[in-house]
């Protein structure tokens, strides 16, 4: 009876995975190929498809299957029983959303979404408010229905649960309480650091063909480890990283005057890509067979991104090749360029921010999300709010919307919840690089000889394969020994930035 109710269950939840790719396919188009007169029916095509699968999730078959399984005990398989729990909580999540707003949800968002790309262009945050306060809605009316069995909980940790399963509004303020005075005393000491000899991020500016970059980008994910049988890259407006398994999408932007932005875009995505990669080719489809949590996923890219990527035994190898591809690099020594792409300089656009400040510009978002979903702040009022904020926070204050809330994707695809994973990502990688250490005794000189597969094979084995089997703090506990703790990457921070202005 078991066996019979297991292999309906794979039936039924891969049938699920499989439209929810389909699903990711359909919007990485649009954010890269589609046409813009498409629009109209993409959005259709998303409505109809988010349709099938809330019937998929919530039909009476697939429950009576999850009820008949969990009545079988403590028995069960340990990988059936994480599927189980997996899929009973996105089945829980579903069933009390109605079908017609699951529609009208898709639909809006990916409506939001092209809005949201005409406006970053336009650099008019109008075009965009009037999608912004339908995509909010929407949200609000997707928490009230969840809330509904589910007294005391509020709006932003239902949607958190969805990103971050277990994490907490209450957690996530806390944690910033303690990290953002911690940043802003290391920024303020850095700042405060004699101008002679600091490294100078200008070096990185110049003329740098972007069929150039992309050249050199390619031969540097693939050292990392990525499969190009298996994925593409290609362009958009906002990098991203798509897909799973056998077919990985990345996306990334360039500036032909400006190194860095593509540089450690890509390698940031690339980190994304490697996990989906990297998974069970077994279970990838099952329910706990999926990446483990989007904070886990961004510790990948992170991790690769700034504690591999920013590092000086990377550049000791990939500086030389770069050169060969750009000579007018040629007069910048390692010191230098290293000095270059680490300097801390407050800015206003996260995507390029620097280690220390980057976590500020995640609580300036925490914020500002949590106040738009409780009604405390308007959406009329948000570039106002964004500009109080980041003059706050890093003192200074965007001189148009692109600067300032049209910056990121995210709260057009209805993302609220989404951005702290960026700082726990941070914190996850930090000490996962710390536990990969321990283990892997010559990684500098493994990484400055450019043999990266230690870092993908150690992360393939640790984190990768490992797939949803653990909620995230029980991974990382069993992958380090030691709870979540900010304690590894501000660690991080002051060795480095200490050592790099010489405080």
């Known amino acids: 009876m078991t066996d019979d109710l297991a292999q309906r269950f794979r039936r039924l939840s891969r049938t699920i995975h499989d439209l929810q790719q389909a699903q990711g396919v359909l919007d990485w188009d649009q954010q890269t190929m589609m046409p813009r007169r498409g629009m109209t029916q993409r959005s259709r095509q998303l409505a109809a498809l988010a349709t099938v699968i809330h019937d998929k999730l919530t039909a009476p078959e697939l429950g009576e299957v999850i009820a008949g399984l969990e009545g079988q005990g403590d028995g069960l398989d340990p990988l059936l029983a994480a599927d189980l729990r997996e899929l009973r909580r996105e089945r829980d999540r579903a069933v009390r959303i109605p079908e017609e707003l699951v529609a009208e949800r898709a639909r809006v968002c990916a409506e939001a979404q092209a809005a949201w790309e005409e406006a970053y262009e336009r650099n008019s ?36 649960e969805e990103y971050e399963p277990g994490a907490t509004e209450a957690q996530l303020r806390e944690l910033f309480d303690g990290l953002g005075p911690t940043l802003s005393a290391l920024l303020g ?22 069929a150039a970059q992309e050249r050199f980008l390619r031969q540097v994910i693939e050292r990392m480890g990525f499969d190009f049988a298996a994925g593409r890259v290609d362009r958009s407006v906002h990098p991203f990283t798509a897909g799973t398994m056998h077919d990985v999408r990345i996306t990334n932007r360039y500036r032909e005057d400006y190194l860095a932005p593509a540089v450690f875009g890509m390698i940031h995505e690339a980190g994304h890509a490697l996990y989906e990669q990297g998974l069970d080719p077994e279970r990838y489809r099952d329910p706990a067979g999926g990446y483990c949590s989007l904070g886990i996923h961004e510790s990948q890219s992170r991790l690769w991104e700034n504690l591999v990527g920013r590092s000086r035994p990377f550049w000791s ?17 390692l010191d230098a360029f290293v000095g270059a792409i680490n300097e801390v300089r407050p800015s206003l656009v996260r995507v390029d921010a620097d280690e220390v400040t980057y976590n500020l510009h995640i609580v300036l978002r925490f914020r500002l999300e949590s106040a738009l979903l409780s009604g405390d702040l308007d959406v009329a009022d948000l570039p106002g709010a964004w500009r109080d904020q980041t003059q706050e ?59 990266l597969s230690p870092i993908k094979g150690w992360l393939n084995e640790k984190i990768h394969s490992q797939g949803r089997r653990y909620l995230a703090p029980e991974l990382c506990e069993r992958v380090t020994g030691a709870p979540l703790s900010p304690e590894p990457a501000i660690g991080h921070l002051e060795r480095k930035y200490i050592a790099l202005y010489k405080l």
């Open 393 to 451: 926070l890093f003192g200074l204050q965007p001189a148009t919307d692109r600067e300032g809330a049209l910056q990121d994707v995210h709260w057009s695809a209805g993302l609220f919840g989404y951005f702290p994973t960026y700082a726990l990502g941070n914190l996850y990688g930090a000490q996962f690089l710390e536990a990969m250490r321990r283990d892997v005794t010559d990684l500098d000189e493994r990484i400055a000889a450019g043999d």
């Open 125 to 160: 945050y109008p075009l965009f408010k009037p999608h912004l306060e339908r995509v909010l809605d929407i949200v609000r009316r997707v928490t009230a229905a969840l809330s509904a069995s589910r007294e005391g909980v509020g709006a932003y940790d239902l949607m958190l």
């Open 189 to 210: 000491r850095i700042l405060d650091a004699p101008r002679e000899g600091r490294p100078d991020r200008e070096l990185l500016r110049g003329s740098f063909p972007i």
């Open 317 to 333: 190898f990939h500086l030389p090749l770069l050169k060969q591809v750009f000579p007018a690099l040629a007069p910048i020594d």
